[in-house]
């Protein structure tokens, strides 16, 4: 059976870990794990995954998380962080989309 998936947050959306391990900015999704198989859970591997850029006064990371432990959060992580940082560009409408990807 075929199984779709919607990503709950978004490229340039602020999250936050449940457990407040870290927060930050959505700079990709996967639709499943995209990580090796040993790795996770196969119950796990089937939602979305995110990279999700965290900074901070000591220099920043990016998580690999399920979006089982996220949560939308309106704090420390701002979009403008991932394009500074050249995670993220900003189309001609405004939408924000992976720097790789050309602008439209």
């Known amino acids: 059976m075929l199984r779709i998936s919607t990503a709950r947050f978004r490229l340039g959306q602020t999250v936050r870990h449940r457990e407040n391990a870290f927060s930050g900015v959505v700079v990709d ?11 996770v859970d196969p119950a796990d591997a089937a939602q979305p995954y995110y990279r999700v850029l ?35 560009r900003r ?14």
Not at 91 to 104: E, I, K, N, W, Y
């Open 91 to 104: 189309d001609r409408s405004g939408r924000l989309t992976p720097a790789h990807h050309r602008l439209q």
């Open 54 to 88: 965290s900074t901070g006064a000591e220099g920043g990371f990016v998580a690999y998380a399920a979006e089982h432990v996220l949560v939308a959060d309106a704090g420390e992580g701002r979009p403008g962080d991932a394009v500074d940082d050249g995670w993220l």
């Open 29 to 39: 999704v996967d639709a499943a794990y995209a990580g090796q198989p040993f790795e």
